[in-house]
């Protein structure tokens, strides 16, 4: 069984930064690609970056290409998004998932609980 487990949101003024982290454990994480999705209030989750098994490719929504980078540690199981230049517009509960498909057609299987990211302006 393959658990996600989120940390370091939080509160931060507009122009700030937060590093988000996601640990995972279950199955041989550099097999899989990774990634971060979230949800605003009232709004349907959507997709904000995805990395490769090795890390070696990554993808980003355009809202917050240049702002986001995903990275990843395989030998700590651990996901990270970090995000500078951070806006209002960016709040919301920021989810990490795995990814059981390819970059090309991904099957998000498994989904942490999420953790609240809130900008104040």
């Known amino acids: 069984q393959v658990q996600l487990v989120e940390s370091g949101g939080g509160l931060v003024q507009a122009g700030g930064s937060l590093r988000l982290s996601c640990s995972a454990s279950?199955?041989?994480?550099?097999?899989?690609?990774m990634g971060w999705f979230r949800q605003a209030p009232g709004k349907e989750r959507e997709f904000v970056a995805t990395?490769?098994?090795?890390?070696?490719?990554?993808y980003y929504a355009d809202s917050i290409k240049g702002r986001f980078t995903i990275s990843r540690d395989n030998a700590k199981n651990t996901v990270y998004l970090q995000m500078n230049s951070l806006k209002p517009e960016d709040t919301a509960v920021y989810y990490c998932?795995?990814?059981?498909?390819?970059?090309?057609?991904?099957?998000?299987?498994?989904w942490g609980q999420g953790t609240q990211v809130t900008v104040s302006s």
């Open positions: 990395l490769t098994g090795s890390g070696a490719n990554t």
């Open positions: 279950g199955r041989t994480f550099s097999n899989y690609a």
């Open positions: 998932a795995q990814n059981t498909g390819t970059i090309s057609l991904p099957s998000w299987r498994y």
